[in-house]
């Protein structure tokens, strides 16, 4: 059970539920049929993603044994070898399967790889390594796009880049949570991206469903962000967590005119979000 655990935190698995709702919406704006290929975009999803985060600690580990000794290679829980393998092993077979589900999935597997392993290999050197970090959620949209009927369309690419900058701004504020420094208040903006987009870029016009979830988005994000903005003590952890499960939200918001079994859907990985952050850091 510890190694499990081990395997776990490294994966950062309590974040899942929000890479299975990308490729969710992501597929409903690429057409929802061909439901025989959406359990293939969720598995390769899931191996990448967390092929990403093993490797995100194999690179990161000299500043984990001096910033963050808790974490599993700089506790001993596990090798740094060990580390390597098993994240070069997620990344093969996620690839493999993205490429068995045609060639554009698999091109654009191919750009969220790369994209992927850049981040990890640089993102504590470079102040823009948040755009890397939103790129690779927007390739993630495009992938489970392209898997639909449809194929890549105008709201994917627009809802998939309201994403992106969603992710852009949650992740500055990640930033701070282990290297301090002031805050970059003008990243929180960004936040705000998706309900100027499902406002602005909508084909449909008003929509009550749509209005909802952007209040819903938007009353989220505030609750998130008081832990840093307007607490005494400032807890950007709780902040960032709180910012990660509502990328559930986003997607919800970018499939507003769906069914509604698939909002019942939505509302269950939000839920499950918040429920294995309980167990498993987001960060």
């Given amino acids: 059970?510890?190694?499990?655990?081990?395997?776990?935190?490294?994966?950062?698995?309590?974040?899942?539920?929000?890479?299975?709702?990308n490729c969710l919406a992501?597929?409903?704006?690429?057409?929802?049929?061909?439901?025989?290929?959406?359990?293939f975009v969720l598995i390769g999803a899931t191996f990448l993603y967390i092929a990403g985060m093993f490797l995100n600690d194999a690179f990161d580990v000299n500043f984990d044994r001096q910033y963050r000794k808790e974490r599993p290679i700089p506790a001993g829980a596990i090798s740094l070898?060990?580390?390597?393998?098993?994240?070069?092993?997620?990344?093969?077979?996620?690839?493999?399967?993205?490429?068995?589900?045609?060639?554009?999935?698999?091109?654009?597997?191919?750009?969220?790889?790369?994209?992927?392993?850049?981040y990890d290999a640089i993102h504590k050197r470079i102040?823009?390594?948040?755009?890397?970090?939103?790129?690779?959620?927007?390739f993630l949209y495009l992938i489970a796009a392209s898997a639909g009927e449809r194929g890549l369309t105008a709201a994917s690419i627009w809802c998939g880049l309201a994403l992106a900058a969603y992710v852009v701004g949650l992740s500055y504020l990640a930033r701070r949570e282990c290297a301090g420094g002031p805050l970059k208040f003008w990243s929180v903006f960004f936040l705000a991206v998706p309900v100027l987009v499902a406002i602005f870029k909508n084909p449909n016009g008003y929509s009550e469903g749509r209005f909802l979830l952007c209040a819903v988005l938007l009353l989220?994000?505030?609750?998130?962000?008081?832990?840093t903005l307007w607490s005494?003590?400032?807890?950007?952890?709780?902040?960032?967590s709180g910012l990660l499960a509502g990328i559930v939200f986003v997607d919800w918001l970018a499939a507003a005119n769906g069914p509604r079994e698939l909002s019942f859907v939505f509302i269950a990985l939000f839920l499950a979000?918040?429920?294995?952050?309980?167990?498993?850091?987001?960060?």
């Fill in 1 to 21: 059970m510890s190694f499990l655990r081990t395997i776990l935190i490294l994966g950062r698995v309590s974040n899942l539920p929000t890479v299975w709702s």
């Fill in 26 to 39: 992501g597929w409903w704006l690429g057409g929802d049929h061909h439901s025989d290929r959406l359990p």
């Fill in 81 to 118: 070898k060990s580390v390597w393998l098993l994240g070069l092993a997620w990344l093969f077979f996620g690839v493999i399967i993205l490429l068995w589900l045609g060639e554009l999935p698999g091109a654009v597997g191919w750009a969220l790889v790369f994209c992927i392993v850049l």
């Fill in 127 to 138: 102040e823009l390594s948040p755009v890397l970090m939103g790129l690779c959620r927007f």
């Fill in 220 to 227: 989220w994000t505030m609750r998130c962000l008081r832990h």
């Fill in 232 to 240: 005494v003590e400032r807890n950007i952890g709780l902040t960032v």
């Fill in 273 to 283: 979000a918040r429920l294995f952050q309980r167990f498993i850091p987001a960060t």
